[in-house]
């Protein structure tokens, strides 16, 4: 299977398909990291994303994960069926992103050391189709579409992954940086880009997926 950002790339006539497009700014981005060397810290907070990812619990990622999320958050934030739809939309969206295919058969299945082994060696090379895929993230945790992430929204982000809620009110402090009680896309893309590209143990961000596996 081809690596996860070169699949991405196949995908350039729908990767905003449906998602903003607002540029981005960040204090540090994905290129000031120092190169990732995969280290037992960092092995440790990619098992931990890929858990998240892997909501079926079933030791792969797959298009049956980014269902059940988008059926869960709806549950948890109770949509209305258009928001739902729209929902689902985004989820699949950002399966089409990480599996490199429109295929709505969901054969393709993405075990942990693939998934890992493909951001590794994508490393720094597809930085830039990393961060897009990172601020299509933030676009499917903001459910209302207002540019923003809620607290509310944040806690069924959690929710909808299997990360223990109780968790989310903390990680929501550390990721509001500028104190508004809501996370615009620059703060949760911020934390997330260094959750994945940072090996700094003491980082502010290491729990931005919930506790570490």
């Given at each position: 299977m081809a690596g996860f950002f070169l699949r991405a790339r196949i995908l350039n006539g729908v990767l905003f398909r449906g998602l903003s497009k607002k540029a981005i700014n960040l204090e540090r981005p994905p290129h000031d990291y120092p190169i990732v060397t995969g280290s037992e810290h960092w092995r440790r907070k990619l098992r931990t994303l890929f858990?998240?990812?892997?909501?079926?619990?079933d030791g792969y990622i797959s298009r049956q994960d980014y269902v059940l999320c988008?059926?869960?958050?709806?549950?948890?934030?109770?949509?209305?069926?258009?928001r739902a739809i729209e929902l689902m939309n985004k989820q699949l969206l950002m399966w089409e992103l990480v599996s490199g295919t429109?295929?709505?058969?969901g054969d393709i299945k993405i075990s942990?050391?693939?998934?890992?082994?493909n951001i590794l060696n994508g490393n720094h090379k597809s930085m830039g189709m990393g961060l897009d895929i990172v601020c299509c993230d933030f676009d499917s945790v903001d459910v209302n579409s207002?540019?923003?992430i809620s607290q509310q929204e944040h806690k069924a982000f959690f929710y909808g992954r299997g990360i223990p809620v109780k968790h989310s009110t903390d990680v929501f402090k550390v990721l509001?940086?500028?104190?508004?009680?809501?996370l615009s896309k620059e703060e949760f893309v911020q934390g997330y880009v260094?959750?994945?590209y940072s090996e700094d143990e003491s980082s502010p961000h290491v729990s931005f997926m919930g506790p570490l596996v």
């Open positions: 858990k998240a990812r892997d909501t079926d619990g988008a059926d869960r958050v709806a549950s948890y934030m109770n949509l209305n069926e258009t429109t295929d709505a058969s942990e050391d693939e998934y890992m082994s207002d540019g923003f509001d940086t500028d104190g508004d009680g809501k260094d959750f994945i």
